[in-house]
């Protein structure tokens, strides 16, 4: 298996944009998604293939993606937003799946 | 609208065995993967596996693949009569005390529907 490296934490004050990040060798050819829990519900999904948004997720998550690196950008952080981040990929062969530790975001 | 509905809570003594199970609805059952998630107390998601129905109309079997981190301590599988999924342990132990996520893998191979959880708490 393979690791999804993301930072523990982030903080942002209201208002201000958040950038949260997670890297592997394999998201040079495999995609990433994006998924924000919040305490007691299920997972989300919030960003698929890199940068693509669902229907009915704001505007103002976007994901982008640089050689090992991928990027969740929350444009306007609201209070709402303080949760669990997860970014998920797949290994270079496309088999199997992982997760990243997860990133909590705090709205100051 | 789809939709996955997981069975409730469960308490299991050690060594006790146990099968829950995800159904769901408002979509074509047997043509979408579904997953199942480890989320143990204060920690992170952990894939387990998945299970491809099979659909009879595209000639696709059915297919189960697990992560190695899980393979020969869990089983999947499906029934497509019933739209569900399941996910069994034949011996619980303490560790395996935490929620477990069902999730459709729909669009671009993400999980975009999950079901609610299902708590699962091994205690002697």
């Known amino acids: 298996s393979y690791e999804l490296t993301q930072s523990p934490s982030v903080s942002v004050s209201p208002g201000q944009t958040a950038r949260i990040t997670c890297s592997a060798d394999a998201l040079t050819t495999q995609y990433a998604y994006w998924y924000r829990q919040t305490p007691g519900q299920a997972p989300v999904l919030l960003i698929y293939?890199?940068?693509e948004r669902p229907s009915g997720i704001p505007e103002r998550f976007s994901g982008s993606s640089s050689g090992t690196t991928v990027t969740l950008t929350i444009s306007g952080v609201q209070a709402e937003d303080e949760a669990d981040y997860y970014c998920?990929?797949?290994?270079?062969?496309?088999?199997?799946?992982?997760f990243g530790g997860g990133t909590k975001l705090t709205v100051l | 609208e789809v939709r996955l509905v997981q069975s409730g809570a469960e308490v299991k003594k050690p060594g006790e065995s146990l099968k829950i199970s995800c159904k769901g609805s408002g979509y074509t059952f047997p043509s979408y993967w579904v997953g199942w998630v480890r989320q143990m107390p204060g920690k992170g998601l952990e894939w387990m596996g998945f299970i491809y129905p099979g659909d009879s109309e595209t000639r696709f079997e059915s297919d189960v693949r697990y992560s190695p981190s899980f393979q020969g301590q869990v089983t999947i599988s499906a029934d497509k009569s019933i739209n569900t999924a399941f996910l069994q342990w034949s011996s619980l132990k303490a560790s395996d005390t935490a929620i477990y996520y069902c999730?459709?893998?729909?669009?671009?191979?993400?999980?975009?529907?999950w079901g609610q959880g299902t708590l699962v708490t091994v205690s002697s």
């Open positions: 293939q890199d940068t």
């Open positions: 998920q990929s797949a290994d270079s062969s496309g088999t199997y799946v992982e």
């Open positions: 999730a459709r893998r729909g669009i671009a191979a993400a999980f975009d529907s």
